[in-house]
């Protein structure tokens, strides 16, 4: 069973920074590009940031460029996302999201995890 | 960025009555389309891909159709189960766009 497990989310003052991480089981890990998708709340969905299997391609959304840094551990089957410079507008539960796509070509989400809740506040 | 529209916001029907979501893009983007199921507290689930490939796993009585820029998600029957919002998005080109949602509810 695929599995998707967010940790690290919190309390922060704008300006801070966060290291969210994401433990994935029950697939092979360095198979896969892996997405952070983020929901503000009572919001829709957003996409932020895409990291090919082997973190040769990465791509970020505008809102979050030069700010964010994402990346992987594939011998710990772990993701991260390091968040800088954070602002209010990135108050929002952060998901973790196995990419569909084949190779370096992103196609969307097929399996999520739960999220952790970010809290951008003074 | 390619702006996804879709509509409605919300709607209400009956279960076994059949719903109607669509989505519209900005831009032609082929079939580059996927649809999402999320209940309240939860994690989005993949119902659909390339614009009408079910997900495996995921029942029959939930379909998706359409090409280019305007695109339909259909659930035939209404089930007390199925009480979510439903997002569509595109993988045409980044970044990759999520409609605003569409909150479904019981009559």
């Known amino acids: 069973e695929v599995q998707l497990v967010e940790s690290g989310g919190g309390l922060v003052q704008p300006g801070g920074s966060l290291r969210l991480s994401c433990a994935a089981s029950?697939?092979?890990?360095?198979?896969?590009?892996m997405n952070w998708v983020r929901q503000a709340p009572g919001k829709g969905l957003e996409w932020t940031s895409y990291?090919?299997?082997?973190?040769?391609?990465?791509y970020y959304a505008d809102s979050v460029k030069g700010r964010f840094t994402v990346s992987r551990d594939n011998a710990k089957n772990s993701l991260f996302l390091q968040m800088d410079s954070l602002r209010d507008e990135d108050t929002a539960v952060y998901f973790c999201?196995?990419?569909?796509?084949?190779?370096?070509?992103?196609?969307?989400?097929?399996?999520w995890g739960r999220g952790t809740l970010v809290t951008v506040s003074s | 960025d390619i702006q996804m529209t879709q509509s409605p916001s919300s709607l209400s029907a009956s279960v076994r009555d059949r719903v109607t979501i669509t989505c519209q893009a900005s831009?032609?983007?082929?079939?580059?389309l996927n649809w999402y199921q999320q209940k309240p507290g939860k994690a989005p689930k993949l119902l659909i891909y390339?614009?009408?490939s079910l997900e495996t796993g995921v029942p029959s009585r939930f379909s998706g159709s359409g090409a280019g820029t305007d695109f339909t998600f259909t659930i035939s029957s209404l089930q007390p189960e199925d009480i979510a919002t439903y997002y569509c998005?595109?993988?045409?080109?980044?970044?990759?766009?999520f409609g605003g949602g569409t909150k479904v509810e019981i009559k």
């Open positions: 029950g697939f092979t890990f360095s198979s896969y590009s």
């Open positions: 998005q595109q993988y045409d080109n980044l970044p990759h766009t």
């Open positions: 390339d614009a009408s």
């Open positions: 999201a196995r990419d569909r796509g084949v190779g370096a070509l992103p196609a969307g989400a097929d399996y």
């Open positions: 831009q032609d983007i082929g079939n580059y």
């Open positions: 990291i090919s299997s082997s973190s040769n391609t990465i």
